[in-house]
């Protein structure tokens, strides 16, 4: 079945790392995502990854694929108050043109 | 650039009326898909709009439809609105693998 999961909460003080997990169910997906959503907003491409690699970096973030458990993580650095909004990972089966999203992740960040 | 734009921004409708939502790509997209968000919710693709036909589905009724224009925008159309359809409706425009969403349309049916 079609089923991306992630936990719903995740609760950081600012400075700190945050790490958000993700795992997904489709072994045939070709790049997987994470989205930013702040309240009211749309989503906000933040990073992807394509399958054939382990790890991704882009200033503050990292991205780790484990594809043998199907999992997926989002570290954030130094995590800000701006961090605070609710992060999606979604995946691309191949084949198909759709992404399945996770139901999100909120993070919140306290001062 | 100024990404992809959806109008209106908010929109109350009644359960049986019909809607139609619009969606203008990021310049140089030629791909249009449209997903539903519900309260609490991630987005749930609805359909994938290609070269001015539907190329792929999800599984949402008939009751939705859309269209593609030869500039590449899109409109969703739901007919006979439900309670149930009250959501976020976010478009994505993309050209290779990245899909770029736009603000969203938050649509009440009372």
């Known amino acids: 079945g079609e089923d991306v999961e992630q936990s719903l909460f995740l609760s950081v003080r600012e400075g700190d790392s945050s790490v958000i997990n993700c795992t997904y169910t489709?072994?045939?997906?070709?790049?997987l995502y994470w989205y930013k959503q702040e309240p009211g907003a749309g989503l906000q491409l933040l990073t992807y990854?394509?399958?054939?690699?382990d790890m991704k970096q882009d200033q503050r973030l990292t991205v780790l694929l484990n594809k043998k458990d199907k999992h997926l993580s989002l570290r954030i650095a130094d995590t800000q108050t701006g961090d605070s909004a609710i992060y999606f990972c979604?995946?691309?089966?191949?084949?198909?043109?759709?992404?399945?999203f996770g139901t999100g992740t909120r993070l919140k960040v306290l001062a | 650039d100024a990404g992809v734009t959806q109008s209106p921004t908010h929109l109350i409708k009644t359960r049986g009326q019909q809607v139609t939502l619009r969606c203008s790509p990021k310049?140089?997209?030629?791909?249009v898909s449209w997903y539903q968000q519900a309260l609490g919710q991630g987005p749930q693709f609805i359909f994938q709009?290609?070269?001015?036909?539907?190329?792929q589905r999800g599984n949402f009724p008939d009751r939705f439809s859309g269209h593609q224009f030869p500039n590449y925008s899109s409109e969703l159309n739901v007919n006979a609105l439900l309670l149930g359809d009250s959501a976020l409706y976010l478009c994505?425009?993309?050209?290779?693998?990245?899909?770029?969403f736009g603000p969203g349309t938050r649509l009440t049916v009372l």
């Open positions: 489709d072994s045939s997906s070709t790049y």
């Open positions: 990854i394509f399958s054939n690699m």
């Open positions: 994505a425009s993309s050209l290779d693998n990245e899909q770029f």
């Open positions: 310049s140089g997209h030629d791909t």
């Open positions: 709009y290609y070269e001015e036909e539907e190329r």
């Open positions: 979604a995946e691309s089966p191949s084949g198909t043109y759709k992404y399945i």
